[in-house]
């Protein structure tokens, strides 16, 4: 089928699912997404923050991968040369969290496998099941080069981790020590500050008495976890406390397990909490250990690595930490040495993966000392040279660094990249680029590599730049570094952002990336986090599936103001693709009705054209400004409104006549459409690709319009006078039109119209434009008029216009004059009892505050119906009887 310009005819409703696959494919045949550093053009380039190897697309990813995306092809079409590299992440814990639930189905652990065997096994999981999301990602529109695709365990990011690593450590940046990290009994790991989630919990805070040694008392400490006890090794009062300045260098002798503890005074003290004197237990407690370190007290460790009472615990050994603390309290009460216990809600750390509470636990783990590479991170927020999106985060950025604390990267775990060190028998470390054949130190050839693997968030922390082929000095390194934009959400600044401008700023100044855009968290309609137990969780697949990928990406952009929550729901997706819809059907009616192709029109002479050519202007302006300004949200809801009401609604029909009429007028009509058309598809194609594509090929013949051109300025085609003329054509139209809905004027009824315009321009105005007021308000004949008909009239206004409708055979004015009466009536009658429900304090102080709030709605809603229907008497109050 074809049109009557002899173009293929679109089908009649748009149909996602024969347009977004073979757009996609032929995309990634053409190559456009791909990236030549050689090229001659300016460079525009992202680094996707890798998901998981582990994961599906979440409607969190169909975001971020959204807005990115918008990004991409926005400057691709502006004849940047963008790179959008795509990639991975190995997901340590998690990762190994899944591979180890197979081999529990199998009835194995990985240690009946042995290291060399699961980490084969991890491998080959990723290869059979690993990577879902990538083709996920596809299905989305995301315009990556996906010939540069990475892994943060390939070989060469794995060389990057290996060099970050040696030269932290031949620096003095990194060490290994024994000091308090966060633990997870149930992963079996350690966990950096920002892997701990803090939520509060139910508590408790248990008084207990300590005798003193000389038998003269006790001394009252308050704790939150009893159990811990059994690992004290002091008490701590402040050197300030009166209450015990006499009790300090005495000794008590600890409960339970019978040890003598010092009683030492510390500044860290809070006279306030509790007793004012506090527990030490160096091995449990962070402050605790700091507090040990300035009073040379010993550690004693009473958990094993499953949060299990070991030796040191005496007879409590064996019982996890929860029963740990009922027996303990249960043991001093009959020692009367538990005083009383209260109810203590607190905050407390869970692991990020898996949920379980956290235990602050003494270990021998490697840390990087972050302070310095912090430092240079700030610096260059601080200079300008990284700016986040909105500036308001920066303040977020700033606050966690400058309270930064050195971060432990050691984890033991076997997936991941494991820790380049090497000990000899006699103890001494070797770290080492390449695997060492002896010990650094003593020659000794017996080595063994360290066990723990690190951090995930080290590898990932190096993404910008590792991705590029660094420590290489690539010509892709060269070519798109730093990168332009990191896009992000505000959840992991301190996760991911935080470490990747600490590595970049070290090992690749001076910045990763010049602008870090922050976005929200999808939400439900109600604003509530997603999650399964809510039930809220929308599957973006599903919704693409249903809706379309266009729908779904607008949905999203539509709602993400800048670094604000994204509320989500259904009908919003199902909106957008009513909007898809409405494209495609003005694009049927464009390609259908003119043989234009696009292009700039000629200067038009007719106010329609002038007037459409003016606000597509300033649309192209004003969304240009909001897509730079990393607000897509604002561009999303200004195409929206113009290519729906202005260009699918007013323009087309302003054109219809002048198109069927033919000639000269009907194709510089159809240029002017067809070329606000292209405009609008070419705006909107960073958000909706595919139908925009679509649309666009079948509009002007190109093969895509992914590598632009961007709509050129045309401020010339600013015409304020045009505008204001079709100002007043639109009020005089829209009254009437509400005239007729408001009063049930019939559909067939054709009455004549009078116009008194406050001027001469204005008079003109409607003169010329009198056959489209016919028209578009259903209307017999337009006179203008320098005065009111003497016949019974309806008056109307219309911005400065005054327009006269005579009623006769219109309306029978003493009915409608009376129905209207009898409306008014009801609504006083309602209205005064929803005034008197609201004045009875009874009512205001006892009913349910949404039952208040719903009577003062509905007392609004009355006002605004008396306001509507008032307005409608008048406009026949000056009608003759």
Same mark, same amino acid.
């Given at each position: 089928?074809?049109?009557?310009?002899?173009?293929?005819?679109?089908?009649?409703?748009?149909?996602?699912?024969?347009?977004?696959?073979?757009?996609?494919?032929?995309?990634?045949?053409?190559?456009?997404?791909?990236?030549?550093?050689?090229?001659?053009?300016?460079?525009?380039?992202?680094?996707?923050?890798?998901?998981?190897?582990?994961?599906?697309?979440?409607?969190?990813?169909?975001?971020?991968?959204?807005?990115?995306?918008?990004?991409?092809?926005?400057?691709?079409?502006?004849?940047?040369?963008?790179?959008?590299?795509?990639?991975?992440?190995?997901?340590?814990?998690?990762?190994?969290?899944?591979?180890?639930?197979?081999?529990?189905?199998?009835?194995?652990?990985?240690?009946?496998?042995?290291?060399?065997?699961?980490?084969?096994?991890?491998?080959?999981?990723?290869?059979?099941?690993?990577?879902?999301?990538?083709?996920?990602?596809?299905?989305?529109?995301?315009?990556?080069?996906?010939?540069?695709?990475?892994?943060?365990?390939?070989?060469?990011?794995?060389?990057?981790?290996?060099?970050?690593?040696?030269?932290?450590?031949?620096?003095?940046?990194?060490?290994?020590?024994?000091?308090?990290?966060?633990?997870?009994?149930?992963?079996?790991?350690?966990?950096?500050?920002?892997?701990?989630?803090?939520?509060?919990?139910?508590?408790?805070?248990?008084?207990?008495?300590?005798?003193?040694?000389?038998?003269?008392?006790?001394?009252?400490?308050?704790?939150?976890?009893?159990?811990?006890?059994?690992?004290?090794?002091?008490?701590?009062?402040?050197?300030?406390?009166?209450?015990?300045?006499?009790?300090?260098?005495?000794?008590?002798?600890?409960?339970?397990?019978?040890?003598?503890?010092?009683?030492?005074?510390?500044?860290?003290?809070?006279?306030?909490?509790?007793?004012?004197?506090?527990?030490?237990?160096?091995?449990?407690?962070?402050?605790?250990?700091?507090?040990?370190?300035?009073?040379?007290?010993?550690?004693?460790?009473?958990?094993?690595?499953?949060?299990?009472?070991?030796?040191?615990?005496?007879?409590?050994?064996?019982?996890?930490?929860?029963?740990?603390?009922?027996?303990?309290?249960?043991?001093?009460?009959?020692?009367?040495?538990?005083?009383?216990?209260?109810?203590?809600?607190?905050?407390?750390?869970?692991?990020?993966?898996?949920?379980?509470?956290?235990?602050?636990?003494?270990?021998?783990?490697?840390?990087?000392?972050?302070?310095?590479?912090?430092?240079?991170?700030?610096?260059?927020?601080?200079?300008?040279?990284?700016?986040?999106?909105?500036?308001?985060?920066?303040?977020?950025?700033?606050?966690?660094?400058?309270?930064?604390?050195?971060?432990?990267?050691?984890?033991?775990?076997?997936?991941?990249?494991?820790?380049?060190?090497?000990?000899?028998?006699?103890?001494?470390?070797?770290?080492?680029?390449?695997?060492?054949?002896?010990?650094?130190?003593?020659?000794?050839?017996?080595?063994?590599?360290?066990?723990?693997?690190?951090?995930?968030?080290?590898?990932?922390?190096?993404?910008?730049?590792?991705?590029?082929?660094?420590?290489?000095?690539?010509?892709?390194?060269?070519?798109?570094?730093?990168?332009?934009?990191?896009?992000?959400?505000?959840?992991?600044?301190?996760?991911?952002?935080?470490?990747?401008?600490?590595?970049?700023?070290?090992?690749?100044?001076?910045?990763?990336?010049?602008?870090?855009?922050?976005?929200?968290?999808?939400?439900?309609?109600?604003?509530?986090?997603?999650?399964?137990?809510?039930?809220?969780?929308?599957?973006?697949?599903?919704?693409?599936?249903?809706?379309?990928?266009?729908?779904?990406?607008?949905?999203?952009?539509?709602?993400?103001?800048?670094?604000?929550?994204?509320?989500?729901?259904?009908?919003?997706?199902?909106?957008?693709?009513?909007?898809?819809?409405?494209?495609?059907?003005?694009?049927?009616?464009?390609?259908?009705?003119?043989?234009?192709?696009?292009?700039?029109?000629?200067?038009?002479?007719?106010?329609?054209?002038?007037?459409?050519?003016?606000?597509?202007?300033?649309?192209?302006?004003?969304?240009?400004?909001?897509?730079?300004?990393?607000?897509?949200?604002?561009?999303?809801?200004?195409?929206?409104?113009?290519?729906?009401?202005?260009?699918?609604?007013?323009?087309?029909?302003?054109?219809?006549?002048?198109?069927?009429?033919?000639?000269?007028?009907?194709?510089?009509?159809?240029?002017?459409?067809?070329?606000?058309?292209?405009?609008?598809?070419?705006?909107?194609?960073?958000?909706?690709?595919?139908?925009?594509?679509?649309?666009?090929?079948?509009?002007?013949?190109?093969?895509?319009?992914?590598?632009?051109?961007?709509?050129?300025?045309?401020?010339?085609?600013?015409?304020?006078?045009?505008?204001?003329?079709?100002?007043?054509?639109?009020?005089?139209?829209?009254?009437?039109?509400?005239?007729?809905?408001?009063?049930?004027?019939?559909?067939?009824?054709?009455?004549?119209?009078?116009?008194?315009?406050? =001027? &001469?321009?204005? *008079?003109? %105005?409607? $003169?010329?434009? #009198?056959?489209?007021?016919?028209?578009?308000? @259903?209307? !017999? /004949?337009?006179?203008?008029?320098?005065?009111?008909?003497?016949?019974?009239?309806?008056?109307?206004?219309?911005?400065?216009?005054?327009?006269?409708?005579?009623?006769?055979?219109?309306?029978?004015? =003493? &009915?409608?004059? *009376?129905? %209207?009466? $009898?409306?008014? #009536?009801?609504?006083?009658?309602?209205?005064? @009892?929803? !005034? /008197?429900?609201?004045?009875?304090?009874?009512?205001?102080?006892?009913?349910?505050?949404?039952?208040?709030?719903?009577?003062?709605?509905?007392?609004?809603?009355?006002?605004?119906?008396?306001?509507?229907?008032?307005?409608?008497?008048?406009?026949?109050?000056?009608?003759?009887?």
């Amino acid at each position: 089928m074809t049109t009557p310009q002899g173009r293929p005819e679109l089908p009649k409703t748009y149909d996602p699912t024969t347009v977004e696959g073979p757009t996609n494919q032929r995309w990634l045949d053409a190559g456009v997404f791909q990236a030549d550093p050689a090229a001659g053009r300016p460079r525009f380039s992202m680094a996707l923050p890798p998901p998981n190897v582990t994961g599906s697309l979440h409607i969190g990813h169909a975001l971020d991968h959204t807005y990115q995306d918008y990004l991409a092809r926005l400057h691709r079409m502006r004849g940047f040369e963008v790179l959008w590299l795509p990639g991975m992440d190995h997901a340590g814990i998690a990762t190994q969290n899944v591979v180890e639930r197979e081999l529990a189905k199998e009835g194995k652990t990985r240690f009946d496998l042995g290291r060399e065997a699961f980490v084969e096994r991890v491998w080959a999981w990723k290869a059979e099941s690993g990577g879902r999301i990538l083709g996920q990602m596809q299905r989305l529109g995301d315009s990556v080069d996906w010939s540069r695709e990475r892994f943060t365990m390939d070989e060469g990011l794995s060389r990057a981790v290996r060099e970050v690593f040696v030269s932290l450590y031949e620096q003095g940046l990194l060490y290994r020590g024994r000091r308090i990290i966060n633990w997870c009994p149930r992963c079996l790991t350690a966990l950096s500050d920002i892997e701990v989630e803090h939520e509060e919990v139910p508590g408790e805070l248990a008084l207990l008495r300590y005798p003193l040694a000389d038998g003269s008392g006790f001394i009252r400490v308050a704790t939150s976890r009893a159990e811990t006890m059994l690992g004290d090794t002091a008490v701590a009062v402040h050197p300030d406390d009166p209450r015990y300045r006499d009790l300090v260098g005495k000794t008590v002798r600890l409960p339970l397990v019978d040890r003598l503890i010092p009683i030492v005074a510390d500044a860290a003290v809070d006279r306030e909490f509790g007793t004012g004197a506090v527990k030490v237990t160096p091995a449990h407690d962070p402050n605790d250990w700091e507090i040990a370190q300035r009073h040379d007290l010993p550690a004693v460790d009473i958990l094993s690595e499953e949060a299990v009472v070991n030796a040191e615990g005496g007879r409590f050994e064996g019982l996890d930490r929860y029963a740990a603390r009922r027996e303990v309290k249960a043991a001093l009460a009959e020692l009367g040495l538990l005083e009383r216990v209260t109810e203590a809600p607190h905050s407390v750390g869970h692991c990020y993966r898996c949920r379980t509470e956290v235990e602050p636990r003494l270990s021998l783990q490697w840390f990087v000392a972050t302070k310095p590479l912090a430092d240079k991170a700030m610096d260059t927020v601080h200079s300008g040279q990284t700016r986040f999106e909105p500036v308001r985060y920066e303040k977020t950025f700033f606050g966690w660094m400058e309270q930064i604390r050195d971060w432990c990267v050691s984890r033991q775990l076997w997936w991941g990249h494991r820790i380049p060190a090497w000990y000899c028998p006699d103890g001494h470390v070797t770290v080492a680029r390449q695997d060492p054949a002896a010990c650094a130190e003593c020659g000794a050839g017996e080595l063994v590599q360290d066990e723990d693997v690190l951090d995930t968030w080290f590898s990932s922390g190096l993404w910008p730049f590792s991705t590029l082929g660094w420590p290489g000095q690539t010509d892709d390194l060269k070519a798109f570094y730093p990168t332009s934009v990191l896009v992000t959400g505000y959840d992991i600044i301190f996760f991911w952002v935080a470490r990747m401008l600490m590595f970049g700023c070290h090992f690749q100044p001076p910045t990763p990336f010049g602008v870090v855009a922050i976005h929200g968290m999808v939400r439900d309609a109600q604003g509530k986090k997603m999650s399964k137990s809510f039930g809220n969780v929308i599957d973006p697949i599903e919704l693409m599936d249903r809706y379309g990928t266009d729908a779904l990406r607008f949905a999203l952009i539509r709602g993400a103001n800048p670094g604000g929550d994204v509320p989500m729901a259904e009908e919003w997706v199902e909106g957008a693709r009513n909007f898809a819809n409405k494209l495609w059907n003005l694009g049927r009616f464009v390609i259908s009705s003119t043989a234009a192709t696009g292009g700039a029109p000629a200067a038009p002479a007719a106010l329609a054209d002038r007037w459409l050519l003016s606000r597509l202007e300033e649309t192209r302006e004003a969304v240009t400004a909001a897509y730079d300004g990393f607000d897509p949200a604002e561009a999303a809801r200004l195409l929206h409104g113009f290519a729906w009401s202005e260009l699918a609604d007013w323009a087309v029909e302003l054109a219809k006549p002048r198109l069927a009429a033919g000639g000269e007028d009907a194709e510089r009509a159809g240029a002017t459409l067809a070329y606000a058309l292209e405009v609008t598809l070419r705006l909107l194609h960073p958000v909706m690709p595919f139908v925009t594509e679509e649309l666009a090929r079948a509009l002007t013949g190109v093969e895509t319009i992914t590598l632009g051109p961007w709509p050129a300025g045309r401020p010339d085609d600013i015409d304020p006078k045009a505008e204001a003329g079709m100002a007043d054509l639109q009020e005089a139209i829209v009254a009437l039109r509400r005239f007729r809905a408001e009063h049930r004027v019939p559909t067939a009824s054709r009455p004549r119209l009078v116009v008194v315009a406050a =001027d &001469e321009d204005q *008079a003109a %105005l409607f $003169r010329a434009e #009198a056959d489209s007021l016919r028209r578009l308000a @259903r209307l !017999e /004949a337009v006179e203008v008029e320098p005065a009111a008909p003497a016949v019974p009239t309806a008056k109307l206004l219309a911005g400065r216009a005054e327009l006269y409708l005579p009623l006769e055979g219109l309306l029978d004015l =003493d &009915e409608e004059r *009376a129905r %209207l009466d $009898r409306e008014l #009536a009801a609504l006083d009658v309602e209205r005064t @009892r929803a !005034e /008197a429900k609201l004045a009875n304090p009874a009512f205001v102080e006892k009913a349910p505050a949404n039952v208040v709030a719903k009577a003062r709605e509905r007392l609004a809603e009355v006002d605004q119906a008396l306001a509507k229907v008032r307005a409608q008497r008048v406009e026949l109050s000056g009608a003759g009887r």
